[in-house]
């Protein structure tokens, strides 16, 4: 059925409606999002001068040497390791918290969720500085233990020390969209399971963890995105000992000695590749539970 000429009319005004919403995000994502990763792509083909310089000769160097040189592949197994691990016990310690949450009155679960919400009031890096503190070997834990008459731990500047870190930054990540699943999630199935003949652990298998399980999933990506990049922790927490991809990152831009942009940016745009992909992967098992 053809339009008339005032309906095309209204079409055209709600299109450009539309246009002029959506053209300020736009162009905020345009300016400070697309362009700068368009220059790293950029930069990352470009060579580095004898001083740090940038030498407009295009080549393929910098990305051979990421996957030749045992240093910048160790670092990205380990980033990836290091990621995995902070998401899985964010995961265990985060389900059972939010499960927690969920079965509590409403307003002792308001309470809770904004304890949940508290450290997001701080910011990340004093956070970070406090748990320095606690764990120094003159700190609230190692003068616990000599007060007690109990001999002190070398906790700080270690991988325990980053791990735990990270599980503690990135834990609200985790519990908030799992809640949200929790949340909707039917009760009453899990006493139906138990009716016939199921027990806790395997009603749980079987039927809770399957149907919260996009809750699982994006609080994963959310834990696990950040958490591969992340270099704050490991520099204050880890001493720096080990090097993770975001490190590496920071030190070829601002530390090394001449730096080394374009190696550097074909670092990030290797990492934002992998990630690119666990985030495709997150949409498509998403994308396939709701068929």
């Known amino acids: 059925m053809a339009l008339s000429s005032f309906e095309r009319e209204q079409q055209r005004r709600e299109q450009r409606r539309l246009i002029a919403l959506l053209a300020p995000g736009m162009l905020w994502l345009l300016v400070f999002f697309l362009l700068p990763l368009l220059v790293i792509l950029v930069y990352s083909f470009l060579t580095n001068g004898p001083r740090g310089n940038l030498l407009w000769q295009p080549t393929l160097q910098n990305y051979v040497d990421l996957f030749t040189q045992s240093s910048y592949v160790n670092a990205y197994v380990r980033s990836l390791w290091i990621s995995g691990l902070t998401t899985l016990f964010a995961l265990l310690l985060g389900y059972p918290l939010a499960l927690f949450i969920v079965k509590q009155p409403p307003r002792v679960r308001l309470v809770l969720l904004i304890l949940v919400l508290i450290p997001f009031w701080t910011n990340f890096l004093v956070r970070i500085y406090a748990w320095q503190i606690i764990l120094a070997n003159n700190g609230l834990i190692n003068t616990t233990l000599g007060a007690m008459g109990l001999p002190t731990l070398f906790l700080l500047n270690t991988e325990g020390a980053t791990l735990l870190g990270l ?39 079987h039927i809770m963890l399957p149907m919260t399980m996009p809750g699982v999933a994006a609080g994963a990506v959310l834990v696990f995105i950040p958490t591969i990049g992340q270099f704050v922790v490991s520099e204050l927490l880890g001493g720096a000992k080990v090097d993770y991809i975001g490190n590496l990152i920071q030190r070829l831009f601002l530390r090394s000695n001449p730096p080394n942009w374009p190696l550097g940016s074909a670092m990030s745009t290797v990492m934002m590749i992998v990630l690119l992909g666990f985030i495709l992967l997150y949409f498509r098992s998403t994308t396939e539970e709701d068929r």
């Open 167 to 205: 599980v503690y930054g990135e834990l609200p990540f985790m519990v908030l969209p799992i809640y949200a699943a929790l949340d909707r999630f039917d009760f009453t199935l899990m006493e139906a399971g138990a009716d016939l003949g199921a027990s806790k652990w395997h009603a749980f298998w």
